[in-house]
């Protein structure tokens, strides 16, 4: 690096000293924040406009040896020095010529702005001089229309004059007028006096304190209610059936309508309720309470007669009062609300003496709610033309009982297709007439459609349906007692066993396609008459009922089970085909419930919207619950029965079949038990697999596997249901294997060919259990080897495939490898006598669980005596085996304990 104290460049040394101590008597500082704008104005990359430039730094940058200076005068450095030189001369230059440039353009500026000052004052001189010129010209055009002002001021005045004049004469002339047409009823010429003299008066209702304008306004006034008068008293004596000129008295009526109509809205609602009432006068009379057609078994005589009243106003008025006033409509609602009162009435008198007849207050509401449909459909707006009217009085003549939903509903029958292609056309020929109608509308006047948007529409709904509100209580009771009645008559007459020849066609129980059936129809009838809440309070009667019937079918089970336990008990001979009949359609009428709720359930949430309610609604306690805990009873009841009768002919067969004790010559034929437990499977479990439903087969064979295989393992898979089949095979399975293992080990003594016997025996027990799903299910070759199903005079089955699943048949076989091994270990001998420990070795290496535990010492115990060792010979034997398998290793016993 250069320093300053090199002696080759002292004399630059002296000099950069010399300037940098001119430079800083200049002070040329520049604070952070103008130093960032400079970057941003003038961008540089030259490390002289650096802030942070350093003379020394900079020179030690281009020479940082002593080398690099190279030689005095022909070197880097003195290169760099003249090129300094250089651009010194020619900076010089450049700020010389720039200063010579601004004292010239110095001079120039001054001049322009001498220049530019003398022209504004100018310009300011000739606005000023422009200003008073205006100021004189708007003072000369105001002295000049002043005159013209006052002229136009006068005929302003005297033209609103000469029109306040005009309509003074037409009002008084115009009142004049109306009292003479109010005398002679000339009703046409009076209904535009009317309409006009009311736009007069709205003219004047300012000066409406002014003694002649209020004199007007009273004789305008009297005016009005002498054509009321009169019109009202036209319309009171107007005898349709014998005037003597018709098109005279309808020309007469049609314009004393347009009187009304121009006498202002309340005044037209007040004259149409009128009328109203007029064509009702004799209904209060002949229907009051208390008389003898005010009962509610009388109110389609209500209906008729405000039928005849619609008919008899169409006949003499339809062509007289405005389509839009909807005179039919107003009548109809007098109507409901007459009746109402009468229906409370009614009621409440029915109460008071407690003579409420609960059918006939449901049937009418019924009527009711029908006929608020009707009204509501008819004559909730007013009809716009006799086509429309006519089309609507066609569409509920058509419909009759049925609804317009229902026409689309489930199911759909000839009927019904042929009432929806004629209501379709019907509705398409009503769309076509509003079409019509819409048209026409659009070409009225803004004040007709404006008067006719003033209408609003009619409610009927609820107007007679109210009146039962406070008594549906009882129909709550109805609906209670009714659903009682069903469960009493299915109690009372349904055939609850069943022989082979009588089993019902869809292989359940009738009664709860009866009980579902009057469900069903009392929700529609419900979601018609009832509100929300009655219908939510019916819905816990319906589950009640549902809840009702599940446990009169448990209560058949436990009655048929009893039944069937007390044949067992007093002869094994009786068969119980009736009774596992019966239970098998138990199981299908529970899965039929259980698919059926969920439709009732939609059904049900379908007639209520309000939130709260709505979630209230479930059924799943007694779809998931109920039906499915007691058909899986059921299941294990039939799977009971069955292993019970077979372990009633195991204690009787299995010990006296053979000698088992001694060491006679091998028979090809197997055991007569096996022959007696084959013809049961394919009696009861064919008859079972052949009613029950499918989904509960495995469950019954695996509940008689497991009750017989330890004690009678031949029993097991022969007691299928066609719809719980794999229900019924693990309830077989669960019982049949544990009374086979039982009653073989029951054996007091076995010699070395009763064991070998007994292997066959249980190998041949084993193919049983493993062909038991398919007993019944495999068509033809099914009937020959199962002749009760030839029996039956229903088999809903039969047509059905099933396959053993591979759980079952994994079960089976190990259950059954477990009785081999005990069995293999009666047959092993120990080479001498004193080696006794052999079969505790032995029986440790061949019997082995899924969960790799060993036999239980129990039942190397049972084996000990079977083989007639002596009891130290036993503990012996215990002893040596509990040493080699530690008791928490040892499986469940499998032989049961000796009495």
């Not at 309808?250 to 004259?271: I, P």
């Not at 008389?291 to 003499?316: C, M, P, T």
């Not at 389509?323 to 007459?338: E, H, P, S």
Request: glycine fraction near 2%.
């Amino acid at each position: 690096p250069v320093s300053p104290d090199t002696p080759d460049i002292a004399n630059i040394t002296a000099h950069a000293s010399a300037e940098a101590i001119s430079m800083e008597s200049l002070n040329l500082t520049l604070t952070d924040k103008v130093e960032s704008k400079l970057r941003e104005v003038i961008p540089s990359e030259d490390p002289l406009d650096s802030a942070s430039f350093d003379v020394i730094d900079h020179i030690n940058s281009l020479f940082p040896t002593e080398e690099s200076l190279g030689d005095v005068h022909d070197g880097p450095l003195a290169f760099r020095i003249q090129h300094i030189a250089r651009q010194v001369h020619q900076i010089d230059a450049e700020l010389s010529k720039a200063v010579q440039d601004a004292a010239k353009n110095r001079n120039k500026t001054k001049s322009a702005i001498h220049e530019t000052q003398s022209s504004i004052q100018q310009l300011l001189q000739k606005v000023h001089s422009i200003g008073r010129k205006a100021e004189e010209s708007e003072k000369m055009v105001n002295e000049i229309c002043s005159d013209i002002r006052k002229l136009d001021n006068a005929k302003k005045n005297l033209s609103e004059s000469i029109t306040t004049l005009q309509k003074l004469h037409m009002l008084v002339s115009g009142v004049e007028q109306l009292q003479k047409d109010a005398s002679t009823k000339s009703y046409e010429r009076a209904a535009q006096l009317v309409q006009a003299l009311d736009d007069l008066f709205e003219h004047f209702a300012p000066h409406l304190s002014l003694t002649q304008l209020k004199s007007l306004k009273l004789d305008m006034d009297k005016c009005r209610e002498v054509l009321r008068r009169n019109i009202y008293s036209d319309f009171r004596s107007d005898t349709p059936e014998v005037h003597p000129d018709p098109q005279t008295r309808q020309v007469t009526l049609r314009s004393a309508c347009q009187v009304v109509e121009v006498l202002g809205d309340e005044e037209r609602e007040e004259f149409i309720r009128w009328v109203s009432s007029m064509q009702l006068q004799a209904y209060g009379a002949i229907f009051s309470p208390g008389g003898d057609k005010s009962g509610i078994e009388h109110l389609q005589r209500r209906f008729d007669y405000l039928k005849k009243s619609l008919l008899k106003y169409n006949a003499n008025y339809n062509h007289i009062f405005p389509r839009w006033w909807n005179v039919c409509g107003v009548l109809c609602r007098q109507f409901c609300d007459i009746t109402k009162q009468h229906l409370v009435e009614v009621l409440k008198q029915s109460e008071q003496i407690n003579n409420m007849d609960v059918n006939e207050m449901v049937k009418a509401l019924e009527q009711c709610v029908t006929f608020e449909k009707d009204l509501q459909r008819l004559y909730s707006r007013p009809s716009q033309s006799e086509d429309l009217e006519k089309i609507k009085v066609d569409i509920q003549q058509l419909l009759g009982d049925y609804d317009e939903a229902e026409l689309y509903a489930e199911p759909l029958t000839a009927e019904k297709i042929k009432l929806r292609y004629k209501y379709e056309a019907l509705m398409k020929q009503q769309h076509e007439v509003e079409a019509q109608i819409a048209r026409q509308q659009k070409k009225q006047n803004a004040r007709v459609r404006a008067q006719q948007d003033k209408i609003e529409p009619i409610e009927f709904m609820n107007t007679l349906s109210s009146a039962f509100v406070n008594y549906m209580q009882y129909y709550v009771q109805l609906e209670k007692q009714s659903i009682a009645d069903v469960l009493a008559d299915i109690r009372k007459n349904e055939h609850w066993m069943c022989t082979l020849q009588t089993i019902p066609s869809e292989a359940r129980y009738a009664g709860i396609d009866d009980l579902l059936g009057y469900i069903k129809s009392s929700i529609v009838r419900c979601a018609k008459i009832g509100t929300e809440y009655i219908f939510y309070q019916i819905y816990h009667e319906y589950r009640t009922g549902l809840e009702q019937y599940v446990e009169l079918l448990q209560q058949k089970v436990t009655a048929m089970n009893t039944a069937v336990a007390q044949k067992n008990r007093n002869s094994s001979s009786k068969n119980i085909d009736d009774e596992l009949i019966a239970l098998c359609l138990v199981v299908n009428t529970l899965e039929y419930l259980r698919d059926t709720l969920p439709a009732v359930q939609s059904k049900l949430q379908s007639c209520i919207t309000e939130a709260k309610l709505l979630k209230k609604i479930d059924l799943k306690k007694i779809e998931e619950g109920t039906c499915v805990d007691l058909a899986v009873d059921t299941i294990k009841c039939m799977a009971q029965n069955i292993t019970e009768k077979i372990g009633v002919m195991f204690d009787r067969e299995i010990a006296s079949c053979r000698r088992w004790h001694e060491n006679e010559a091998s028979s090809s034929d197997r055991s007569t038990y096996l022959s007696a437990l084959k013809a049961i499977l394919y009696n009861d479990v064919a008859l079972v697999h052949e009613v029950l439903l499918v989904s509960y087969h495995n469950t019954m064979n695996s509940q008689i596997e497991r009750r017989l295989l330890p004690k009678y393992t031949a029993l097991v898979h022969e007691v299928l249901l066609v719809s719980y089949h794999n229900t019924m095979n693990s309830q077989i399975e669960r019982r049949l294997l544990p009374k086979y293992t039982a009653c073989i080990f029951g054996i007091r003594r076995l010699s070395v060919q009763g064991v070998t016997e007994l292997q066959l025996d249980t190998r041949e027990l084993e193919r049983l259990l493993l062909r038991l799903p398919m007993i019944g299910m495999e068509g033809e070759s099914s009937e020959s080897e199962c002749p009760v199903l030839l029996q039956m005079n229903v088999r809903p089955n039969q047509n059905k495939s099933v396959r053993p699943y591979n759980p079952y048949k994994n079960e089976v076989t190990r259950q059954i490898s477990k009785i081999q091994c005990l069995l293999k270990t009666i047959n092993n001998t120990p080479n001498t006598p004193d080696r006794l420990d052999d079969i505790a070795i032995f029986y440790k290496d061949v019997f082995s669980d899924k969960n790799g535990k060993k036999g239980h010492f129990q039942d190397l115990s049972r084996i000990c005596e079977i083989k007639g060792l002596r009891k130290h010979e036993i503990q012996s034997v215990i002893t040596t085996y509990n040493r080699m398998v530690a008791l928490h290793e040892q499986s469940k016993p499998m032989i049961a304990a000796q009495n």
